[in-house]
């Protein structure tokens, strides 16, 4: 049997290894690793919340939740030659549910789904206690020792259920997660949205104390090819850009992978109002960019005495996190190409004048920007280039910016006419760009700085 798809359980609380409602059996078999040591050996990716908890030795664990679906995500440290010594088998309330020993690639090392409940558990409201049991068998051919740890259990909570102080992940199938495709420009895998073409959208509406973003970092088939190159978002008013990495190699193969479950940015500590976060591609000249691919977010929920102007103090279940900003939303990405296009013309209007305006795009860049945690995934040869040149257009951005402002100030007044330009002695001689003739929307793009 298959794994239940996501886009059938798109919103999904995340709880932690750590969290002190698992029961672990017996305590001294397992061990906790916080240093992320597993992180990036496969093509499985990053651990969640850098944490996992394991044994080398036949043990157990149990959780008891209310929802309707339940998983157990782990990672393992597992031989890659000969028969499996290794497996583990999951319950719900005594029952068992389907694992997936046998779909265990130990080449992915991390983020494997264990077991899932699929749809025993639809429908119901009482609570239920999910149960792994992990085993080991001997392996005379083993060279290395073995290890499973469990990283997280995530699981489908009640609609009338509290959810403060949780963490939830959002699949990018859910319908908070809208993708700007008039232009068919993203591309729909069966479990993320991807595209390579410049200024493409998406946005996401959520009520939060923090987002980050997870992707993959692609390669073609299993060769190298797609280089690192930038995309931004845009939260509050407020726009940074982050790296999109090129393809790496993985430790666990030694080959080209594709990576998942790959942090590119996090922004946190945001207020308890309703927030909508914008995820764009910059523009860039490199050839085979890397792919920006939306898989899903992870949002922290505030705790249960955090006041809003919305909301007051109650408790929020996950109809109130997500989708909470929906309106006005849909049509982000013409109102966006319609106020561009409406710049540029007045760019032309007043181009080389004293009267030409210095403005800020919803997606330029901005000084001021939101304290942002580096992906953890693998970084690139190329990702360090591409942030120097994007410094680099940033900084021309902001010399622009201030010699317009200089030259508002030199406009000279007198007394028969009133305004003036200066004449060619006193004007400055580095004059604003124009417009050329015949110039495309993307040519605009690519030199006015929206990057």
């Known amino acids: 049997m298959a794994f239940t798809p996501v886009a059938d359980v798109p919103r999904l609380v995340v709880v932690d290894d750590t969290d002190p409602t698992i029961r672990y059996s017996p305590s001294s078999a397992f061990s906790l690793d916080t240093t992320g040591s597993l992180n990036n050996l496969g093509w499985g990716g990053n651990v969640f919340n850098q944490t996992i908890t394991g044994t080398t030795v036949n043990a157990s664990l149990s959780y008891t939740f209310n929802g309707t679906f339940v998983r157990a995500m782990i990672a393992g440290n597992l031989d890659h030659d000969g028969p499996k010594a ?29 077991c899932d409940s699929a749809g025993t558990l639809q429908g119901t409201t009482s609570q239920h206690t999910l149960n792994v049991n992990f085993y080991f068998l001997p392996n005379t051919n083993s060279t290395s020792n073995q290890s499973l740890w469990l990283d997280s259990i995530q699981y489908q909570p009640l609609p009338s259920d509290p959810l403060d102080s949780v963490t939830i992940r959002i699949d990018n199938s859910d319908p908070s997660v809208r993708f700007s495709n008039v232009s068919g420009t993203w591309q729909r895998d069966p479990t993320y949205n991807l595209t390579q073409t410049t200024g493409t959208s998406m946005d996401f509406s959520f009520n939060g104390s923090s987002v980050t973003l997870y992707s993959l970092v692609f390669t073609p088939n299993n060769t190298g090819g797609y280089n690192a190159n930038m995309a931004f978002y845009s939260i509050d008013g407020n726009s940074t850009s982050f790296v999109l990495p090129g393809s790496m190699i993985t430790s666990s193969t030694g080959d080209y992978e594709t990576t998942s479950n790959c942090p590119f940015f996090t922004v946190s500590n945001l207020s308890t109002s309703p927030h909508d976060i914008q995820v764009a591609t910059s523009y860039n000249s490199s050839t085979s960019p890397q792919f920006l691919a939306i898989d899903y977010f992870l949002i922290k929920t505030h705790p249960h005495n955090s006041t809003s102007s919305t909301s007051g103090s109650s408790h929020k279940n996950v109809g109130a996190i997500v989708g909470s900003t929906v309106a006005g939303i849909a049509g982000l990405a013409a109102l966006f190409l319609f106020w561009f296009l409406r710049r540029q013309k007045e760019r032309s209007k007043y181009s080389g004048t004293m009267l030409a305006q210095t403005g800020r795009s919803p997606f330029a860049y901005d000084s001021q920007l939101i304290p942002t945690e580096a992906s953890d995934c693998p970084a690139s040869p190329q990702a360090a280039v591409v942030q120097e040149e994007q410094d680099r257009r940033n900084e021309i951005r902001r010399s622009e910016i201030r010699r317009n402002e200089i030259r508002r100030d030199e406009i000279m007044r007198y007394l028969d006419s009133g305004v003036r330009i200066p004449s060619a002695d006193d004007a400055i001689s580095d004059s604003p760009r124009r417009i050329q003739k015949n110039e495309t929307a993307t040519s605009i793009w690519a030199r006015t700085g929206f990057h």
């Open 86 to 114: 290794y497996g583990w088998n999951c319950s719900v309330d005594g029952h068992s549910i389907i694992s997936f020993v046998n779909d265990a690639n130990p080449t992915q090392v991390a983020n494997y789904i264990a």
